[in-house]
Structures are given as structure tokens and as C-alpha cells.
């Protein structure tokens, strides 16, 4: 199994420009999890979704962040505009249907997000 | 309100000794589960061991142990004769029942030294 895929590794932009990050979850997996880390507030969730539904959105910081997933396969987290004080590592995460358990979410490799 | 706690400051433990971090967290779910994971320099996160509210046996992964104590709401990490590979920041996270949210501390750094 390739694990979580996305892309791209790093990005780096100007500020006012817009931002799409990239997220192939694992197959057969039901949950999707967009998260942010930085040094100051640590890892976030932005939001997640279930079997390609949006469930919980609190996370988003504000109107210029959006994410879709328009099938099982992959998802986007788009930032516009994009702001300095939005360079973080984002991280894209799955998992299975919880069947009963609490089972791992596993984590991509992340995209390093730097805004100019 | 912050629901998992990690305050220990930056750690340095001696390759092939032992190390706890600490992990404290809030909840008033009956029903939950903790987990670690691990972020090396190289940014992935790794996930370590997991322990459910309801399991009555301390987790156990290889070196990893989670010293559960429900009743003190902690759930401290234990990684048995460290190596340097383990040098990384090391994270706990919760999930309360019915709730697929992960709250995350804001994590340990260790450092291995030979």
C-alpha cells in the first residue's frame, strides 16, 4: 500500500495567491482529516469528511480556506487568498470505518506551505 | 479548554535507557482513545500505540509501553532501551466517543544520545 499521498512536498507562494494542496488518501479507507501544524498552535484539524461528505468544518480559520473531496480517491484543501500567517506544514490523514475501536488515523507526508 | 497536556520540557536520554513522557488529558466521556505518534525530523507522523478507555491491560508495542492511569487521566509513554532513532517529537492525541476529532498535545521533544 503507497500509504497517504500529497502533494506537492513543499510550496512556496506570494502572498494574495491561491494555494491548492493535494491529498490521496489510502484506498478503502472512509475518513479524510485535514490538519495544520505550526509552532504555535501545534497540530489543528481544519476539517474531516466521511465517505466523501464534509461532517465537521470547525476547524477552517476562514472563508478563504475550502477543501472538497469529489470522490473516494482524493481531496483538496485551497487557500484564497493566501496569507503569510498561513505557512504551516498540512498534513492530510485516513481512516478506516471505526468499527467498534478507535483506529489510527495515518498520516501523509505533508505539504510545507511557505507564504511570502 | 485544552484537552491533552504535555508540558515536559526538551529531553536528553542516554541511547539504550529508558524514557517517560508524560501525557495528562481532559475528558468527561466514559468512552475514549488515546494514542501516540511520532514526528522524526524528517516531519511524518507516525502513529506508536493506542489504548482504549475500556482496556484493562496497559498497551504494549515492541519498546513502546503506555502506562495508563484512568483514574489520574494520564497516559504516559514509555519507550524501553532508547536509540537514536528515536531522537523525534513525540505526540499524544484523544478521541472521545462518537467523535472522529484527534486532539493533539502540543508534543515531547526527545533527543538520544549516544
Known amino acids: 500500500d503507497a500509504g497517504v499521498i500529497q502533494s506537492p512536498r513543499h510550496e512556496v507562494t506570494e502572498m494574495g495567491q491561491e494555494v491548492t494542496l493535494r491529498c490521496k488518501p489510502i484506498s478503502g479507507h472512509d475518513y479524510l482529516f485535514w490538519y495544520r501544524q505550526t509552532m504555535m498552535r501545534g497540530l489543528e484539524l481544519l476539517i474531516y469528511f466521511n465517505n466523501n461528505v464534509p461532517i465537521d468544518d470547525s476547524g477552517m480559520p476562514e472563508d478563504r480556506f475550502s477543501a472538497k473531496m469529489p470522490n473516494a480517491s482524493f481531496s483538496t484543501l485551497k487557500i484564497q487568498p493566501s496569507e503569510p500567517r498561513d505557512s504551516a506544514v498540512y498534513f492530510c490523514?485516513?481512516?478506516?470505518?471505526?468499527?467498534?475501536?478507535?483506529?489510527?488515523?495515518?498520516f501523509g507526508p505533508g505539504t510545507r506551505l511557505t507564504v511570502l | 479548554a485544552q484537552k491533552i497536556t504535555q508540558t515536559q520540557p526538551g529531553m536528553f536520554v542516554q541511547e539504550k535507557e529508558a524514557v517517560t513522557l508524560d501525557c495528562t488529558y481532559d475528558t468527561s466521556d466514559q468512552s475514549y482513545g488515546l494514542f501516540w505518534y511520532k514526528q522524526p525530523s524528517s516531519g511524518e507522523m507516525i502513529f506508536l500505540i493506542y489504548q482504549g478507555s475500556y482496556d484493562e491491560q496497559n498497551a504494549t508495542e515492541g519498546r513502546y509501553s503506555l502506562n495508563f492511569q484512568k483514574a489520574r487521566k494520564s497516559a504516559n509513554l514509555v519507550i524501553s532501551a532508547s536509540q537514536l532513532g528515536d531522537s523525534a517529537m513525540y505526540f499524544c492525541?484523544?478521541?472521545?466517543?462518537?467523535?472522529?476529532?484527534?486532539?493533539f498535545g502540543k508534543g515531547n521533544q526527545v533527543v538520544v544520545i549516544p
Open positions: 492525541a484523544m478521541r472521545e466517543y462518537g467523535n472522529n476529532r484527534l486532539a
Open positions: 490523514a485516513s481512516s478506516p470505518r471505526l468499527a467498534g475501536g478507535y483506529n489510527e488515523q495515518f
